[in-house]
């Protein structure tokens, strides 16, 4: 099948590399010409995709990368898998929107066009399926397809790949369903049939608001466990032996990334729009997780005055500036909003993390440095944000004064859990 996969970034690349794997002529359509650059010279930006793979699909012929529209003409299949962040906290659904227009001038009949981007129940047939219909002149679910498919992609998860994790799939109507899941069905193990877009696109947001509110539980129960002197890290490992009716969670700096900070407030928007009731679970836990920068900070006061310093003018060294280990992504990370508040209150702050290497989002006052030695113990204070793999965390315990381990990974005198 021609498929055009619309957005080539941490969703759209490993589709669009999986389909071609599989022998599928695949085009890999972004407007930033910037990316498409880096992909024709078989350079992958997204961490797990190896720029070998980008090379052997560009060498075999299977693997388009494009930034002029007119390559998306011809398909058979076409995802979008394009942003959809907050704007000012509300839904902003124009990457949707410009992608569906694209895609509305090269719609065949007999095509299909599936959204994977995640959004609020509703979008797929209240919002793509008119603006294909008045661009291409062609019936939704009759003249062409159209579907649902949540993305799960895990960043840096071995185990539960895109091919190996299943994959819900729904269409408009019965034969979308049937031609979205042939697609699907030709890339990854497992398909999940649904009856309705609808109920695909309250998948996503239900496993994400499940994440977050949990999140948020165990969060709000380290800081109160803190207050009473209770090891709360203990506890979370003790009920994890609990082998039913109990899901682990562990509590951190707060939530990053692009889709636990924003997909929850989708949902949320989308219940207050048509129902005109707040959505408690989600504004708490947004409430709970978005403070928890500023309860880091708090601890981390705490330390700096139990030891006779004030925050201004200490040197506070950041390990970790992506909101999770091993990924290299920085975006809504609970580190910028730490750093922000540091440098605010006047610290010297100072960060390390081998994958965060270009585009941090990070402000520029923060020096980047390398995790050694003479960083850690220059450091009034080591902050321990991600626990990647990369760090040696024996030789900051060796070298530092004080810690605070907001991932629990460390131990020694000089060691406090978050
Ligand atoms: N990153 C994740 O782990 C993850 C997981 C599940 C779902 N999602 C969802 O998937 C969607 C995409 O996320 P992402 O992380 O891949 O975003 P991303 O920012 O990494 O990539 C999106 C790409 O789309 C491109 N783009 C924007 N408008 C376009 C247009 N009109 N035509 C062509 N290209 C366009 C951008 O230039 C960018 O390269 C979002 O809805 C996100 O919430 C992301």
Not at 72 to 93: H, M, N, Q, W, Y
Not at 339 to 355: C, F, I, K, S, Y
Request: aromatic share 6%; glycine share 8%.
């Amino acid at each position: 099948m021609r498929v055009v996969v619309v957005g080539q970034g941490y969703v759209g690349l490993p589709l669009a590399v999986r389909a071609a794997q599989v022998g599928h002529d695949v085009v890999g359509f972004d407007v930033d010409e910037e990316r498409i650059k880096r992909l024709a010279a078989a350079e992958s930006y997204v961490d797990d995709i190896a720029s070998e793979t980008v090379r052997e699909i560009l060498d075999a012929g299977t693997f388009h990368p494009a930034s002029d529209p007119r390559a998306c003409a011809g398909f058979d299949v076409a995802v979008i898998s394009v942003p959809t962040p907050l704007r000012e906290g509300l839904p902003d659904l124009s990457y949707i929107e410009g992608a569906a227009r694209t895609l509305a001038r090269y719609l065949r009949p007999g095509s299909t066009v599936a959204l994977e981007s995640t959004t609020y129940p509703g979008t797929t047939g209240d919002l793509v399926a008119p603006i294909l219909e008045e661009g291409s002149g062609l019936v939704a679910g009759v003249d062409f397809y159209l579907g649902y498919s949540p993305e799960r992609i895990d960043p840096g998860n071995r185990e539960w790949t895109l091919v190996s994790t299943p994959k819900v799939v729904s269409g408009i109507n019965p034969d979308s369903l049937e031609s979205v899941r042939a697609f699907y069905a030709s890339i990854v193990d497992t398909v999940v049939p649904v009856s309705d877009t609808r109920v695909a696109e309250l998948v996503k947001l239900l496993e994400n608001t499940f994440r977050h509110v949990n999140i948020a539980l165990v969060n709000e129960l380290a800081v109160y466990a803190h207050g009473l002197g209770i090891d709360v890290w203990e506890a979370i490992d003790a009920a994890a032996s609990k082998p039913f009716g109990y899901h682990k969670f562990v509590p951190g700096p707060g939530v990053g990334g692009h889709c636990l900070p924003i997909d929850p407030s989708y949902l949320s928007w989308r219940v207050q729009r048509a129902l005109g009731q707040s959505f408690r679970f989600v504004e708490l836990a947004n409430d709970i997780n978005n403070h928890m920068p500023e309860y880091v900070c708090r601890r981390l006061v705490a330390a700096l005055n139990r030891q006779r310093k004030a925050v201004n003018g200490s040197t506070v060294l950041l390990l970790g500036l992506a909101y999770k280990r091993n990924s290299g992504d920085a975006r809504e990370s609970p580190a910028r909003r730490i750093a922000a508040l540091l440098l605010e209150m006047g610290a010297d702050v100072r960060a390390a993390d081998p994958h965060v290497v270009e585009d941090a989002h990070i402000d520029s006052r923060v020096t980047l440095v390398p995790l050694d030695p003479g960083q850690v113990a220059a450091a009034d204070a080591v902050l321990l944000l991600a626990d990647h793999d990369a760090f040696d965390l024996d030789l900051v315990v060796r070298h530092a004064g004080y810690v605070l381990d907001t991932r629990h990974r460390l131990t020694g005198p000089t060691v406090e859990s978050l």
